[in-house]
């Protein structure tokens, strides 16, 4: 965890004993005494998290401000879905900062359960939203951990927003990298090739059509889980190895 703070070594290591670091290395299930043990360890290393805190929400000012959603105009957001979650991070860190740019979610979906946005803002689910319809739910729950492997981005896990440049800093992961060179990347470029052709075909009747392919897609999904072919099972099969969905 401090590892994911970015807090230096040598700062951790001015304020705590080598019997503080032996107990920040153990790892989970742990006595209730050294869990007590452990919280006085890492009550002395809070002016140092706190710090580290203040710099990274200033980053993350900086670096919302240099993408524009601070001009408190209308910005969309578009993501996987579920609970709204991002978006509504999103709009609390904006009235932190007292802007008044509205947001609205696009989403693939959006459980019943997903908490409203803030006054104001919007959220939109595509196949389902807010667990309406209820079918079409039902066809993509099955698969909502494959639909997130799969649209895991190319620059992969986020880390933390760098204090000193107000950029993203991402965590170097070989398996990332792996996954997304194996199945990940070819099945993104897979869909924007059909998504093209779709389109070109189509043409203007494309506009038209919107209603339909939510239906579509649902049913598509569901059909992957419920009754897959031999190509189906053995791709599912190394994806469930490979990310244990």
Not at 104 to 109: E, L, N, P, R, V
Request: hydrophobic share 45%; net charge negative.
């Amino acid at each position: 965890a401090l590892r994911r703070l970015r807090l230096a070594d040598e700062d951790i290591y001015a304020a705590t004993t080598e019997e503080d670091r032996s107990l920040l290395r153990l790892r989970p299930p742990l006595e209730a005494d050294t869990y007590e043990k452990l919280r006085e360890v890492l009550a002395t290393l809070g002016g140092l998290i706190e710090e580290r805190g203040a710099q990274e929400a200033a980053a993350l000012a900086r670096y919302l401000k240099d993408e524009g959603l601070t001009d408190e105009g209308r910005i969309g957001v578009i993501d996987l879905g579920w609970h709204n979650s991002l978006q509504i991070c999103l709009g609390e860190i904006l009235d932190r900062l007292g802007v008044a740019t509205t947001i609205t979610g696009f989403y693939m979906g959006t459980f019943a359960h997903a908490p409203a946005p803030r006054a104001g803002d919007a959220s939109l689910g595509f196949l389902f939203d807010h667990g309406l319809p209820e079918r079409r739910l039902a066809a993509v729950v099955p698969a909502v951990t494959l639909l997130e492997l799969l649209h895991a981005a190319p620059h992969g896990s986020t880390l933390a927003i760098d204090p000193d440049t107000s950029k993203p800093v991402l965590i170097d992961s070989a398996a990332e990298r792996a996954d997304y060179d194996h199945f990940i990347g070819p099945c993104h470029e897979e869909a924007l090739a059909f998504i093209t052709r779709a389109m070109q075909e189509l043409g203007d009747a494309a506009e038209r059509v919107g209603p339909h392919l939510a239906d579509l897609a649902a049913a598509h999904i569901g059909g992957l889980f419920s009754e897959p072919g031999l190509p189906e099972a053995r791709t599912l099969g190394v994806l469930r190895a490979a990310a244990d969905f």
